[in-house]
């Protein structure tokens, strides 16, 4: 296996182990709906409409990641919801460890720092379009 081919296939792996874990969190979103979340939004000053901008960080934009359907796009997407996530729900957690020693944002900060890397990276040649 050549070293393109070996790039190519992190890159998808990237691409599919984001793309999937961020789209089940979407999926329960959208089954129990965002009225939590439309609170937590609302609670820091910023309009209702704002909370559904997680379906497209937490559902569209992982199906374009996935696809390697303009993967960039939809990689931005997602830092920009982790970072809303983490400015929102997660600030208070930053210097703290969970109760099994890690990072309490450990998951967050591995999103974002994943999804920036697919956005920098690009999605690799096994995708719909891959530049």
């Not at 109760?99 to 890397?117: D, Y």
């Amino acid at each position: 296996m050549n070293s393109q081919t070996q790039h190519d296939l992190g890159k998808l792996l990237l691409r599919l182990a984001l793309g999937v874990t961020i789209f089940l969190h979407g999926l329960t979103k959208l089954e129990g709906g965002l009225d939590q979340i439309v609170r937590i939004v609302e609670a820091q000053g910023f309009p209702g409409f704002v909370a559904y901008g997680v379906l497209a960080g937490e559902v569209l934009a992982p199906l374009l990641v996935i696809a390697g359907l303009y993967a960039r796009i939809g990689a931005i997407l997602i830092a920009i919801n982790m970072l809303f996530a983490l400015g929102l729900v997660h600030g208070g957690d930053i210097g703290r460890l969970n109760e099994t020693g890690g990072w309490a944002i450990e998951l967050q900060v591995m999103f974002l720092c994943t999804a920036i890397a697919i956005a920098l990276l690009g999605p690799g040649r096994y995708a719909f379009n891959p530049r």
